[in-house]
């Protein structure tokens, strides 16, 4: 089971980053329909697949209604700041870096929330992080100071992001609780989060459809068309199907493993990402973006080889009384 979430996650993710990056390279604005069309997709595979296989979950689901609207609140924000941070002069590369922050924020609301502890080696691991994450900021944002305005976008996306991983870090320490506590499936998961955020587009109808017209804009001078559609249409299909296999994968692991090992899985992940970002597209990154990334996944690597199992402070203290 796990082995098979991992393939989808290295497969499916790594291909969502490849097309995105696509995507975005000629329509930077298009965040919105990106994500719209992943959570369409998503929520009408997952529609079929009930009804054929067990219809009981559509009325009467594993986790109350409330917990998911909870989980979903979370997981549509998530989603839809991250695509919206790319319009903000915040290159894939970086911004993968920048998500790469996912440790520091788990732990910090684990140990804060959730009384959870950990060893020196992981916490010196996460300074280590978050000290990449920092050298890899600066490098960009040098980089992109030929105007003020610039300059503010970059910070907007940078801030953005930030925003996110403590979302993300919440929702990861929610949904952990949930799978232990009501025993649901990662199907359940993976169609509650997505069917449930649906409603949320609604008032973004507007932005989706310009952006959807806008892949057509230069579709008549094309010399790339398939079928009559540009290929921008084409890389959006498949980034929707990648996406399905990526998120697949990560709900079918979440079930099985906690919240910070999803997080560290990822990054390595990330890592595969940016490499295929820098090879593929030719990114150029600064000295200071390289060392700021070699940081951040380097310890990772760290924090992954000094993890024992992660437990509360509370159980650690039952523990002591028991000796």
């Known amino acids: 089971m796990i082995l098979g979430a991992l393939s989808f996650i290295f497969g499916g993710c790594c291909f969502t980053a490849y097309t995105l990056e696509a995507i975005v390279r000629e329509y930077p604005k298009s965040g919105l329909l990106i994500t719209f069309s992943q959570f369409v997709?998503?929520?009408?595979?997952?529609?079929?697949?009930f009804l054929i296989h067990n219809p009981s979950v559509l009325k009467n689901p594993n986790v109350p209604r409330k917990r998911w609207l909870s989980i979903v609140l979370l997981f549509f924000s998530i989603n839809v700041l991250n695509n919206i941070a790319l319009g903000f002069d915040v290159s894939v590369p970086v911004h993968i870096i920048l998500r790469s922050s996912g440790p520091l924020t788990t732990m910090a609301v684990g140990w804060m929330l959730a009384n959870k502890s950990y060893t020196i080696a992981q916490m010196i691991s996460v300074v280590i992080l978050t000290l990449g994450v920092v050298i890899a900021v600066l490098g960009n944002a040098q980089d992109i100071h030929v105007h003020m305005s610039s300059t503010t976008n970059f910070a907007i996306g940078f801030s953005i992001l930030m925003v996110t991983q403590l979302l993300?870090?919440?929702?990861?320490?929610?949904?952990?609780?949930?799978y232990k506590k009501y025993k649901t499936s990662w199907r359940e998961s993976l169609f509650y989060t997505h069917a449930f955020s649906i409603p949320f587009f609604l008032p973004l109808l507007s932005s989706i459809r310009k952006q959807w017209m806008l892949l057509f804009t230069d579709s008549e001078n094309s010399n790339l068309e398939l079928f009559g559609m540009p290929?921008?249409?084409w890389y959006l299909c498949l980034n929707t199907l990648a996406q399905y296999v990526c998120v697949?994968?990560?709900?079918?692991?979440?079930?099985?493993?906690?919240?910070?090992?999803?997080?560290?899985?990822?990054?390595?992940?990330?890592?595969?990402?940016?490499?295929?970002?820098?090879?593929?597209?030719?990114?150029?990154?600064s000295g200071a973006v390289v060392l700021g990334a070699c940081l951040v996944f380097g310890s990772s690597a760290t924090y992954v080889y000094s993890r024992p199992a992660v437990k509360s402070r509370d159980d650690q203290k039952d523990e002591k009384k028991d000796i």
């Not at 997709?41 to 697949?49: A, D, H, N, R």
């Open 168 to 178: 993300g870090a919440f929702m990861g320490l929610l949904l952990e609780d949930t």
């Open 248 to 285: 697949r994968g990560v709900n079918s692991l979440g079930s099985q493993s906690s919240a910070l090992t999803v997080t560290i899985i990822l990054n390595v992940r990330k890592f595969v990402s940016l490499c295929l970002s820098i090879l593929l597209f030719g990114n150029r990154l």
């Open 41 to 49: 997709f998503i929520t009408i595979e997952g529609l079929l697949y």
């Open 231 to 233: 290929p921008a249409f």
